[in-house]
């Protein structure tokens, strides 16, 4: 081996062997189920011994029916991220239902983790992304049959402007695609309220009104 190319790989194999993610190793072999009885880590779950792996754990039924209703938005969210479906570790792929009664919204939120991919099963949708580089707002009304795609890390919502129940199934580019709420992140922390004020240019008394609106007093 020539010396430079002996040197280049004793550099590039112990920084590869830290910068790959030990979920990589599901490239090199079928599959890694999440062994859920471990910690998760940046990089995934660790594998589940295969002797313990059976069809159930490529098998979900959580996006069957409704999910329970998220207060104050007035819809049912089912999940089936890696924590209720372990066959989805390392694979890149996570998936939702929400059901919207009418009136009912995904508030402004984020994946930080993930893309998502909106299919509109039943009613009528308007559903948004806003660019974090301009803040141009690019917004489609959507019917039974049509595809959404949020860009990965983006704030984004989806509310129904139906008077029927609509129902949409959300994919992901992540098994685990991460989530924040805004309204949330504004209101039901632990900042005091005049803090939140001058961060947000909001009077301090609606700030009041909102913590004690998502469970902050």
Known sequence: MAPKTAVVHLVLVPLL???LPFSSLALTQDFCVADLLLSDTP???PCKPKALVDSNDF????LSKPGPVIVPF???LASATVEQYPGLNGLGLAATRVDFPPGGVVPLHTHPEASELLFVVEGKLSAGFISADTNIPYVKTLKKGDLFVFPQGL??????????TAIAFAAYSSPNPGLQVTDYALFRNALPADVVAKLTFIVRAEVERLKRFFGIV
């Open 59 to 62: 098998y979900s039924d959580a």
């Open 17 to 19: 062997s830290l910068i």
């Open 155 to 164: 704030l984004h919502f989806q509310y129904n402007i139906g008077n029927s």
């Open 43 to 45: 990089s995934g779950y």
């Open 74 to 76: 007035n819809i049912g």
